[in-house]
């Protein structure tokens, strides 16, 4: 069955950086779009970042833009977020979701368990 | 990016039908036909209930149903049950490879 299992969470303080993944499985991880979508505690749903199916496309939200990078390893069957220049803001709990394409595709059919992000002094 | 107007919450009792309204702009909702609507409990991830405005994914029960006029897409549960109350979210296609979600609906079952 499909999974999607995110790590690499933990506090932070401003300013620095942290690596998130997201371990893919049950399903031709090479043939999908993946995104990231992030959660502030009480809050909304935030998209973050998608990539396409094989790595040559990415695309930001403007909150993210610039301070995060997203990339993929086919080989390994991951995702990575990296965040970099972490602001307060940026606490939450941040989900890797699955679509088929990076464009035009709002059908997020799959998420993975989530991993919290605090970034505090 | 702004995100997508919702209300914030909306209640009904067993049996009745509710709708949860999702507003965009012409960049966006009112753009494409390219809506999604999620269901998410406390502590757990987003669950896909409908993809491109009106049809729901294998396996999601037929009481939930979309739909989209102009800048405005909705989502009405009907026949509304217990396990049916959680948090519902939009979310719109908005050009340039990008989404935005809508702020959410805490739905309550009376």
């Given amino acids: 069955q499909v999974q999607l299992v995110e790590s690499g969470g933990g506090v932070v303080q401003p300013g620095r950086s942290l690596r998130l993944s997201c371990a893919a499985s049950g399903f031709t991880f090479s043939s999908y779009a993946m995104h990231w979508v992030r959660q502030a505690p009480g809050k909304g749903l935030e998209w973050v970042a998608v990539i396409s199916y094989d790595g040559s496309k990415e695309y930001y939200a403007d909150s993210v833009k610039g301070r995060f990078t997203i990339s993929r390893d086919n080989s390994k069957n991951t995702l990575y977020l990296q965040t970099n220049s972490l602001r307060v803001e940026d606490t939450a709990v941040y989900y890797c979701a699955r679509s088929i394409l990076w464009f035009r595709d709002a059908n997020f059919d799959y998420w993975g368990q989530g991993t919290l992000v605090t970034v505090s002094s | 990016q702004s995100a997508l107007t919702q209300p914030a919450s909306v209640s009904g009792s067993p049996g009745q039908s509710i709708t949860i309204s999702c507003t ?3 960049s966006d909702v009112g753009s494409y036909n390219l809506v999604s609507w999620y269901q998410q409990y406390p502590g757990k991830a987003p669950k896909l209930m409908i993809s491109e405005g009106s049809k729901g994914p294998s396996g999601v029960s037929n009481r939930f149903s979309g739909s989209k006029s102009g800048n405005t897409a ?6 509304l049950q217990a ?3 959680a948090h519902y979210y939009c979310c719109s296609y908005a050009g340039s ?10 739905v309550t079952v009376l």
């Fill in chain 2, 24 to 26: 965009g702009t012409s």
């Fill in chain 2, 74 to 79: 909705s989502l009405t549960i009907s026949g």
């Fill in chain 2, 83 to 85: 396990e049916d109350e």
């Fill in chain 2, 97 to 106: 490879s990008t989404y935005v979600f809508g702020t959410g609906t805490k």
